[in-house]
């Protein structure tokens, strides 16, 4: 299902594969103010990082936003920071008087969230970028590429796909809808599907697996089925052209939401690799001749688009538990 993917955040990836391709300045300035109204939302470091040298004044207000929600979030952490350490102490202390459940549960508490919130601090304050800084999950958001008004465009989408016209509470009644089944494809999705298409680019995902299923046994009598998380990679090493459809949502006449765009990623029956680490979904890896017309859907036979689908790169997924 991809529940976790590491994608391609900075523009020059999308230009290295499609030279035509522009960042929707807009829209990323429109996202980024989002953000400032709603810290809720989920970026992916790397995706800030290509605005770390701005070379036009609305490029200089991204980074301005940017700047302003890291600060925030460094006060945020750091506030955190000085009341776990002082609820550690305290309990500590009462510690040495008299053994008590309160104490107990306060510094164990606290012996947890102050490497926690050490580890997000060392995270906003890093500049170089490592590879976790690029992974999103469902309701992150991600750059995607899509073909507008004859343009090639790369704008910031969420990772969890409101169909238009469907109501916002789709969003926790339908929690799956970053993964859009190519066998539900032409049903569910039938409005994005020979519609709106898009791809993300993407270095490898990540997939929740029974340990059972991935040791091939049965469970043992008594036993709790236990998830991991694999790593999967193409090998040879590349990046991948991943197959999506998206939607921007548009709110009702009366309503004070802001509209949305948001994107699922196309799957499929996964590859005998796949399914044999115990997973049942794999995302679609487009053939970069098939890109344009992926990206154009429009007046397209529906049998064509299938034929693309179909028509896939095949590389070998390599997989390994997820540090």
Not at 27 to 44: C, G, I, Q, S, V
Not at 174 to 182: H, I, K, Q
């Amino acid at each position: 299902m991809c529940f976790s993917a590491e994608v391609r955040a900075d523009h020059g990836a999308f230009l290295r594969l499609f030279p035509k391709s522009k960042l929707s300045i807009e829209e990323f300035f429109k996202a980024y103010w989002k953000r400032k109204l709603n810290p809720m939302l989920l970026f992916p470091k790397a995706m800030d990082a290509q605005f770390a040298h701005p070379t036009t004044e609305r490029e200089q207000e991204i980074k301005a936003l940017i700047d302003e929600f890291n600060a925030a979030q460094v006060m945020k952490y750091e506030q955190t920071l000085f009341k776990q350490r002082a609820r550690l102490v305290a309990a500590e202390r009462l510690l040495q008087e008299k053994e008590t459940k309160q104490a107990l549960n306060d510094k164990r508490i606290a012996s947890e969230k102050i490497p926690w919130a050490m580890s997000k601090l060392e995270d906003l304050k890093r500049v170089e970028l490592k590879p976790r800084d690029s992974r999103i999950f469902p309701g992150w958001y991600a750059p995607v590429l899509i073909v507008e008004n004859g343009e090639w465009v790369i704008k910031p989408m969420r990772y969890l796909c409101r169909p238009e016209g469907k109501p916002a509470f789709y969003d926790t009644k339908y929690p799956g809808l970053y993964n859009a089944r190519r066998d539900n494809i032409r049903k569910f999705w039938k409005g994005q599907f020979g519609h709106t298409h898009g791809l993300m680019i993407v270095n490898g995902f990540f997939e929740n697996v029974k340990r059972h299923n991935l040791e091939h046994r049965e469970l043992r009598p008594g036993e709790v089925p236990e998830n991991v998380i694999l790593e999967f990679r193409p090998r040879p090493t590349q990046d991948m052209l991943i197959a999506c459809v998206y939607s921007h949502w548009t709110p009702p006449a009366g309503s004070d939401e802001d509209d949305l765009w948001s994107f699922a990623a196309v799957t499929d029956e996964p590859p005998p690799e796949v399914a044999d680490a115990g997973h049942d979904r794999c995302i679609i890896q487009l053939r970069h001749e098939n890109a344009e017309a992926w990206l154009t859907p429009q007046g397209r036979p529906l049998e064509q688009l299938d034929e693309i689908l179909e028509d896939k790169e095949r590389p070998y997924y390599e997989h390994r538990m997820a540090a």
